[in-house]
């Protein structure tokens, strides 16, 4: 299975957009790894399955923490 991750709309992208540089470049990190090797497999401290289809992103950096789902 291909893995694609998309962006909801126009409002993420601005917040993404708003993120510290470290911060973008992690979630682009996670992004990759979830595309190379499939959601399931990409565990913490990366991404958390909440429940359901809803999974957690996790993007550290020196500014602090942010979280995407």
């Known amino acids: 299975m291909t ?3 998309e962006l ?3 409002r993420v992208r601005e ?3 708003e993120l510290p ?3 973008k470049a992690r979630f682009r990190r996670i ?3 979830i595309q190379g090797y499939g959601l399931e ?3 913490e401290p990366h991404v958390k399955h909440l429940e359901g289809a809803l999974w957690e992103m996790r993007m550290k950096g ?3 923490i942010s979280r995407a789902i």
Do not use: A, N, T, Y
Request: net charge negative; no cysteine; proline share 5%.
């Open 15 to 17: 917040e993404l957009d």
């Open 8 to 10: 909801l709309d126009g």
């Open 31 to 33: 992004v990759e790894l």
């Open 3 to 5: 893995w694609i991750v």
């Open 21 to 23: 540089p470290d911060m």
């Open 41 to 43: 497999r990409v565990r």
């Open 62 to 64: 020196k500014d602090g």
